[in-house]
Structure formats: structure tokens, C-alpha cells
């Protein structure tokens, strides 16, 4: 599956990666197959970076509407640090979740169809970070069943989407 060149699917395969990094935290089994979704995610990733400064991205027309974006962004990251710090406390754990659905939502509701067409500038330094991220996202076949590389590849992968969006709402 393909990521539309819009704010809308560039944040819903944001959202998509935050699950499976959340599927890779609590697993105990079943890393292979949380690698392989994993390595599905770095290539649509890789198709979309190596695209960003070719193809038009859908945004909204509204500066209000794009700040807005913006801060919820930054406000999902910093829901996602508060939930690695309260990951041994399950009251904390249950409400910061919600607030992060929540952000989500309120991210979903945003998307307009009021869009317009517009080419994303990335500066040469901005792809070559994005392309080094993802770089560092690849698993070799013993990584793969190692907890804490796939954790931080699927990191890496959520670091290049975040990335992308900020960019799309400057």
C-alpha cells in the first residue's frame, strides 16, 4: 500500500507506525512478523522521501489550519515521551493513551477537502537526514530478532513521518 501525497495520509501512516511501535514494546513473541510490518513501513516511507521533492502534497489552504496541525504534532510527541516515562504505571499509562487517541482524532479532524496542490521545498540537508534515518531503520536478519533493534528502527521510521509532516505544516 502506497502513501497518499497528502497531510492526511502522511499522518495516518504516522499513526499507522505509532501502533506497531506500540505492538513492538509489548510483544514477547511474534518479532518476526512485527519486523517484516516494519521493513513494509520503511519502504512506503523510503517511496515517499524519495518522492517529497517531486511530487505535489495535498495541504490545507488555511495558515490557521496548518499551525493547528503543527501544534497537535507537537503535542502527540510530547503525549508519546510522557508515555515511555509512565510505562510502568498503568492509571498514568490508561489516560495518557486516551489523551493520545484523542490527539489523533482531533489531527483526523483537521483534514479538509478544501486542499490545494502544492510542491514541498526540502532543502538538501532535510533529505539527506530523512534518507539517513531511514537508513538507520533497516534490519539485518539477526537484528530482526532482537526487541530493541526493531524498536528503534521503527522509531527511526516514525522520526522520518514526523519529520515530513512538520515540513508540510511550516
Keep these: 500500500?502506497?502513501?497518499?501525497?497528502?497531510?492526511?495520509?502522511?499522518s495516518d501512516f504516522m499513526k499507522q507506525n505509532a501502533d506497531l511501535i506500540d505492538q513492538i514494546k509489548d510483544t514477547g513473541s511474534n518479532l518476526?512478523?512485527?519486523?517484516?510490518?516494519?521493513?513494509?513501513?520503511?519502504?512506503?516511507?523510503?517511496?515517499?522521501?524519495a518522492s517529497m521533492q517531486k511530487i505535489p502534497f495535498q495541504i490545507a489552504k488555511d495558515q490557521g489550519i496548518q499551525k493547528k496541525q503543527a501544534q497537535l504534532l507537537s503535542d502527540i510527541e510530547a503525549m508519546k515521551a510522557k508515555i515511555d516515562s509512565y510505562k510502568d504505571d498503568p492509571a498514568s499509562m490508561g489516560l495518557y493513551q486516551a489523551k493520545l487517541g484523542t490527539l489523533y482524532q482531533q489531527l483526523a479532524d483537521t483534514y479538509i477537502q478544501d486542499t490545494i496542490s502544492k510542491i514541498i521545498v526540502f532543502t538538501q540537508p532535510e533529505v539527506d537526514e530523512i534518507h539517513n534515518l531511514l537508513a538507520n531503520a533497516t534490519l539485518d536478519a539477526a537484528a530482526r530478532q532482537k526487541q530493541a533493534a526493531v524498536l528503534q528502527a521503527a522509531t527511526q521510521v516514525g522520526k522520518v513521518v514526523l519529520k515530513l509532516l512538520l515540513k508540510l505544516t511550516a
Excluded at 500500500?1 to 502522511?10: D, L, T
Excluded at 510490518?37 to 522521501?49: I, P, V
Design 1 to 10: 500500500m502506497s502513501i497518499e501525497f497528502s497531510f492526511k495520509g502522511v
Design 32 to 49: 518476526s512478523s512485527l519486523a517484516d510490518q516494519l521493513e513494509a513501513n520503511r519502504k512506503q516511507a523510503d517511496q515517499l522521501s
